[in-house]
């Protein structure tokens, strides 16, 4: 299994930028597809962005595409989500997982990989 740890939420305005990185450990980091997951009070946990193994390929919600861009440094065993132009609707915490697929999938079961989740505020 591999171990994951989400960092660089926090408070911001509507309209400004947040990174949002991920620390993964093991030396097979680079067999795993990564995602990013959000989840707000009361709602379920959805899909916000994925990248495959060796980053070639990424994939977006509708509702993030143009805003948010994923990015992943094998080297270092980390995944980032570089977030964009922040919506109110955007507030959640936002939660890193690991799958060990060539495929990207957007349901959470796919990824048996969690990290602890970070919050991401974002002020009107």
């Known amino acids: 299994q591999v171990q994951l740890v989400e960092s660089g939420g926090g408070l911001v305005q509507a309209g400004g930028s947040l990174r949002l990185n991920c620390a993964a450990s093991?030396?097979?980091?680079?067999?795993?597809?990564m995602a990013w997951f959000r989840q707000a009070p009361g709602k379920e946990r959805e899909f916000v962005a994925a990248?495959?193994?060796?980053?070639?390929?990424?994939y977006y919600a509708d509702s993030v595409k143009g805003r948010f861009t994923i990015s992943r440094d094998n080297a270092k065993n980390t995944v980032s989500l570089q977030m964009n132009s922040l919506k109110p609707e955007d507030t959640a915490v936002y939660y890193c997982?690991?799958?060990?697929?060539?495929?990207?999938?957007?349901?959470?079961?796919?990824?048996?990989?969690w990290g602890q989740g970070t919050q991401v505020t974002v002020s009107s």
């Open positions: 093991g030396r097979t980091f680079s067999t795993y597809t």
């Open positions: 997982a690991a799958s060990s697929t060539v495929a990207i999938f957007v349901t959470p079961g796919r990824y048996p990989y």
């Open positions: 990248i495959t193994r060796s980053g070639g390929s990424t």
